[in-house]
């Protein structure tokens, strides 16, 4: 998972809260980030439907779609196309004599499928709306996101 995620759904929960079209350089501002990055984000999440966008030089911008807080994180992984873990390296060698070295990617790529798998079914659980709640309810660190 790469720091997009992150923008989705600050991007997603900021917009489920302010409930009107904004622009992407306030959505920018809020999130510290450029424009141009939320731009490419909402692209992807605006072509899932998991947000709406409005052109215009004055009034376009972004908006939740009406029922935003009910949006899944799984839904925004989805979107993104992305991945929990997605690792750039694979250790060892599969022409290699050693069966460590040669059996090494196979079974981490192993762990790692069962961990995309418990984290999208984990995120499934989490909507727009919780993460809100967790915000307004005395922050993060004190109100769980799921029980």
């Given at each position: 998972?790469?720091?997009?995620?992150?923008?989705?759904?600050?991007?997603?929960?900021?917009?489920?809260?302010?409930?009107?079209?904004?622009?992407?350089?306030?959505?920018?501002?809020?999130?510290?980030?450029?424009?141009?990055?939320v731009?490419?984000?909402m692209?992807?999440?605006?072509?899932?439907g998991?947000?709406?966008?409005?052109e215009?030089?004055?009034?376009?911008?972004?908006?939740?779609?009406?029922?935003?807080?009910?949006?899944?994180?799984?839904?925004?992984?989805?979107?993104?196309?992305?991945?929990?873990?997605?690792?750039?390296?694979?250790?060892?060698?599969?022409?290699?004599?050693?069966?460590?070295?040669?059996?090494m990617?196979?079974?981490?790529d192993?762990?790692?499928?069962?961990l995309?798998?418990?984290?999208?079914?984990?995120?499934?659980?989490?909507?727009?709306?919780?993460?809100?709640?967790?915000?307004?309810?005395?922050g993060?660190?004190?109100?769980?996101?799921?029980?």
């Open positions: 998972m790469n720091g997009d995620f992150a923008v989705a759904v600050h991007a997603l929960v900021f917009l489920y809260h302010r409930r009107e079209t904004l622009a992407s350089d306030i959505l920018a501002d809020n999130i510290c980030t450029n424009p141009v990055r731009r490419k984000v692209a992807k999440l605006r072509k899932a998991l947000a709406e966008a409005r215009g030089k004055f009034d376009g911008g972004y908006r939740a779609r009406p029922d935003g807080g009910d949006i899944r994180l799984s839904e925004v992984l989805e979107a993104l196309g992305e991945r929990c873990i997605s690792p750039v390296w694979r250790p060892g060698g599969e022409e290699a004599d050693c069966l460590i070295s040669s059996g990617a196979a079974a981490l192993d762990i790692y499928g069962t995309n798998e418990a984290c999208r079914e984990k995120l499934s659980g989490i909507t727009v709306a919780d993460v809100a709640r967790s915000i307004f309810l005395g993060a660190r004190n109100a769980p996101l799921t029980p």
